[in-house]
T-cell receptor
Framework: DAKTTQPTSMDCAEGRAANLPCNHS???????VYWYRQIHSQGPQYIIH???NNETNEMASLIITEDRKSSTLILPHATLRDTAVYYC??????????FGEGTQLTVNP | EAGVAQSPRYKIIEKRQSVAFWCNPI?????LYWYQQILGQGPKLLIQ????????DSQLPKDRFSAERLKGVDSTLKIQPAKLEDSAVYLC??????????????FGPGTRLTVL
């Protein structure tokens, strides 16, 4: 599976958009980009995934660059409850999820 | 819909003792996963079951760790004997699908193991 690179930490003001970047320059054509988050003392929670096209659901939007070498997870209106570690994972459909260390997002009041 | 259940939530043991963790996945989920999460790191897959068969245990330390899912529903992960480096949170997850299709994984709250 391709490796991902994420910033260790980010801060965001409450109510503003949080944009979390992820680099995956070695991604293969059949590999998806998945995002999970883990709130302190809880198990990870699925957010969104995509292959080529941008995706949006009730939690977030996923923007994948045309060359698929990077992506951005967007939380449009961050709240304090969005403070968590966000994991960007690349893999084929059905493959194991290989978690890195993720990005610690802190939403400040 | 009930989530993934795990017990116990916390466990403290001394090294060389044995310990077992229990997981009950979401009803109807065919795939069950056990992850180990060491403090400050992301979860690492230990073993994946499809119904009651193992599909991936390549990262399971088989000299001391074992897992079973006898009736294709709940599962038990055992460590015997425990080492200090086994101190971690053990997460169970489940998903609907088969090996060949992606399905969202739903995680339980985890069991925090401390080995003294």
């Amino acid at each position: 599976d391709a490796k991902t690179t994420q910033p260790t930490s980010m801060d965001c003001a409450e109510g503003r958009a949080a944009n979390l970047p992820c680099n995956h320059s070695t991604i293969s054509g059949n590999e998806y980009v998945y995002w999970y988050r883990q709130i302190h003392s809880q198990g990870p929670q699925y957010i969104i995934h995509g292959l080529k096209n941008n995706e949006t659901n009730e939690m977030a939007s996923l923007i994948i660059t045309e060359d698929r070498k990077s992506s951005t997870l967007i939380l449009p209106h961050a709240t304090l409850r969005d403070t968590a570690v966000y994991y960007c994972i690349v893999g084929t459909s059905g493959s194991r999820l290989t978690f890195g260390e993720g990005t610690q997002l802190t939403v400040n009041p | 819909e009930a989530g993934v259940a795990q017990s116990p939530r916390y466990k403290i043991i001394e090294k060389r003792q044995s310990v077992a963790f229990w997981c009950n996945p979401i009803s109807g989920h065919a795939t069950l996963y056990w992850y180990q999460q060491i403090l400050g790191q992301g979860p690492k897959l230990l073993i994946q079951f499809q119904n009651n068969g193992v599909v991936d245990d390549s990262q399971l330390p088989k000299d001391r760790f074992s897992a079973e899912r006898l009736k294709g529903v709940d599962s038990t992960l055992k460590i015997q004997p425990a080492k200090l480096e086994d101190s971690a949170v053990y997460l169970c997850a489940s998903s609907l699908g088969t090996w060949s299709s992606y399905n969202e994984q739903f995680f339980g709250p985890g069991t925090r193991l401390t080995v003294l």
